[in-house]
């Protein structure tokens, strides 16, 4: 209180607007993410209300419109100079703004950092999508066992969609009397494809031992869609926590907002005295702190739901 006392009125009002731009970079990444899963809903439901029909762009009238030509807009953009880049625009915007260079370091640095991030998503994407391949070629194998079928010409016939060339290996050792389980396990390092580790388990015994590949694969079949599904379930569950990050990260730009609509100019005070740098430090590292604290309790809990 002492210091604080001596102390100009702007920096108390810098005090609570001290996280924005901490916040800026932080919330990005998050922010983005419920974004794309946000448009990933909308594309589902218009797909549902179209009866598998192909979904249309945009709403009718000006706003579906205006929708449709933002999304197109964000799309080109995001493809040509990557998303990434937008933190550095941010950083320029904060940069003539405030009249500091210290955003558009910020900006800089956010950008190989978001890259990383968005990088990490596609690849767990792409598991994801592996694992309901996985299960989705153990019941067709299957079917076409029941068929008639020896396994190789199942294999051949199914194919290997969405696992690119370690599928196109795998139909290979098939076609030409090659070792196929061992072509499965070196497949199965791939991220999201740890299932076939069991089709390569299911078709030795079949082979060595003679026992039935077609109902080994439907309890494989059927316990990696148990397994998704309390992936599922529990990301449903998580996603409470992950919303109240989401607004306690956001809510030092609203102080930086009401610090500007007072007139204390907090942004000034941020970037241009050495009270609100030492504020600005003393944010980024309890926003970093705060952010790191809930993403590993999210870890421990998804880690917690697989075991």
């Given at each position: 209180?002492?210091?604080?006392?001596?102390?100009?009125?702007?920096?108390?009002?810098?005090?609570?607007?001290?996280?924005?731009?901490?916040?800026?970079?932080?919330?990005?990444?998050?922010?983005?993410?419920?974004?794309?899963?946000?448009?990933?809903?909308?594309?589902?439901?218009?797909?549902?209300?179209?009866?598998?029909?192909?979904?249309?762009?945009?709403?009718?009238?000006?706003?579906?419109?205006?929708?449709?030509?933002?999304?197109?807009?964000?799309?080109?953009?995001?493809?040509?100079?990557?998303?990434?880049?937008?933190?550095?625009?941010g950083g320029v915007l904060l940069a003539l703004w405030g009249e500091s260079v210290l955003p558009l370091s910020a900006g800089a640095v956010a950008v190989p950092l978001t890259r990383r991030a968005l990088r990490r998503r596609e690849r767990?994407?792409?598991?994801?999508?592996?694992?309901?391949?996985?299960?989705?070629?153990?019941?067709?194998?299957?079917?076409?066992?029941?068929?008639?079928?020896?396994?190789?010409?199942?294999?051949?016939?199914?194919?290997?969609?969405?696992?690119?060339?370690?599928?196109?290996?795998?139909?290979?050792?098939?076609?030409?009397?090659?070792?196929?389980?061992?072509?499965?396990?070196?497949?199965?390092?791939?991220?999201?494809?740890?299932?076939?580790?069991?089709?390569?388990?299911?078709?030795?015994?079949?082979?060595?031992?003679?026992?039935?590949?077609?109902?080994?694969?439907?309890?494989?079949?059927?316990?990696?869609?148990?397994?998704?599904?309390?992936?599922?379930?529990?990301?449903?569950?998580?996603?409470?926590?992950?919303?109240?990050?989401?607004?306690?990260?956001?809510?030092?730009?609203?102080?930086?907002?009401?610090?500007?609509?007072?007139?204390?100019?907090?942004?000034?005070?941020?970037?241009?005295?050495?009270?609100?740098?030492?504020?600005?430090?003393?944010?980024?590292?309890?926003?970093?702190?705060?952010?790191?604290?809930?993403?590993?309790?999210?870890?421990?809990?998804?880690?917690?739901?697989?075991?």
């Amino acid at each position: 209180m002492v210091f604080w006392a001596g102390t100009r009125p702007e920096a108390l009002y810098a005090g609570t607007a001290c996280a924005a731009l901490a916040c800026a970079l932080a919330c990005g990444v998050v922010t983005g993410r419920l974004w794309g899963r946000a448009g990933e809903g909308a594309r589902r439901a218009r797909l549902l209300c179209a009866d598998g029909a192909a979904p249309l762009p945009g709403g009718g009238g000006p706003e579906g419109w205006a929708m449709t030509a933002a999304a197109r807009v964000r799309h080109r953009l995001g493809a040509r100079v990557g998303r990434e880049w937008w933190c550095l625009a941010g950083g320029v915007l904060l940069a003539l703004w405030g009249e500091s260079v210290l955003p558009l370091s910020a900006g800089a640095v956010a950008v190989p950092l978001t890259r990383r991030a968005l990088r990490r998503r596609e690849r767990r994407r792409a598991g994801e999508s592996r694992e309901v391949a996985v299960a989705d070629l153990c019941s067709a194998v299957a079917g076409e066992l029941r068929a008639g079928r020896t396994p190789e010409r199942a294999l051949l016939a199914v194919g290997m969609p969405g696992f690119g060339a370690g599928g196109a290996a795998v139909l290979a050792a098939a076609r030409f009397g090659g070792d196929v389980p061992e072509a499965l396990r070196r497949l199965s390092r791939r991220e999201g494809a740890g299932g076939l580790r069991g089709v390569a388990a299911c078709w030795r015994v079949a082979v060595d031992g003679g026992a039935g590949l077609a109902d080994g694969l439907d309890r494989l079949a059927g316990g990696l869609r148990a397994e998704r599904d309390r992936r599922e379930e529990l990301r449903a569950q998580l996603a409470g926590p992950r919303s109240t990050a989401l607004v306690l990260a956001l809510l030092p730009a609203f102080g930086l907002l009401l610090g500007g609509a007072m007139g204390a100019r907090p942004l000034h005070v941020l970037l241009h005295s050495p009270v609100g740098w030492g504020c600005l430090a003393a944010a980024a590292l309890l926003e970093w702190a705060g952010l790191a604290w809930v993403a590993r309790i999210v870890r421990t809990a998804e880690r917690g739901g697989r075991e």
